[in-house]
């Protein structure tokens, strides 16, 4: 069972940067594919970024290509994500996910652990 918990979000004006970063336990991180999702109020959890186990692949959301990038570091069993630029449309909780497979890595159905979420706020 791995277990996922999410740090870094908080409070930043509009153009600024936040890293976010998810530590696993439980688990060898390298077996799982992982991803980034959020989830604004009153809306669905969407697909921001994931990264595949070997990390040579990764994936965005047209909302966050060339602001956002997905890293992980297997030895230290985290994967964070680093955004710039950050737009008041940003705002939302942002939740770390982990999959095996990886076929689908933005699909939100097909990943099995989650954590709890951190908050991000942009204001204008």
């Known amino acids: 069972q791995v277990q996922l918990v999410e740090s870094g979000g908080g409070l930043v004006q509009a153009g600024g940067s936040l890293r976010l970063s998810c530590a696993a336990s439980?688990?060898?991180?390298?077996?799982?594919?992982m991803a980034w999702f959020r989830q604004a109020p009153g809306k669905e959890r969407d697909f921001v970024a994931a990264?595949?186990?070997?990390?040579?692949?990764?994936y965005y959301a047209d909302s966050v290509k060339g602001r956002f990038t997905i890293s992980r570091d297997n030895a230290k069993n985290t994967v964070y994500l680093q955004m710039n630029s950050l737009k008041p449309e940003d705002t939302a909780d942002y939740y770390c996910?982990?999959?095996?497979?990886?076929?689908?890595?933005?699909?939100?159905?097909?990943?099995?652990?989650w954590g709890q979420g951190t908050q991000v706020t942009v204001s204008s």
């Open positions: 996910a982990a999959r095996n497979g990886f076929v689908g890595l933005n699909l939100r159905e097909k990943y099995d652990y």
């Open positions: 439980g688990g060898t991180m390298s077996n799982y594919a």
């Open positions: 990264i595949s186990r070997s990390v040579i692949n990764t």
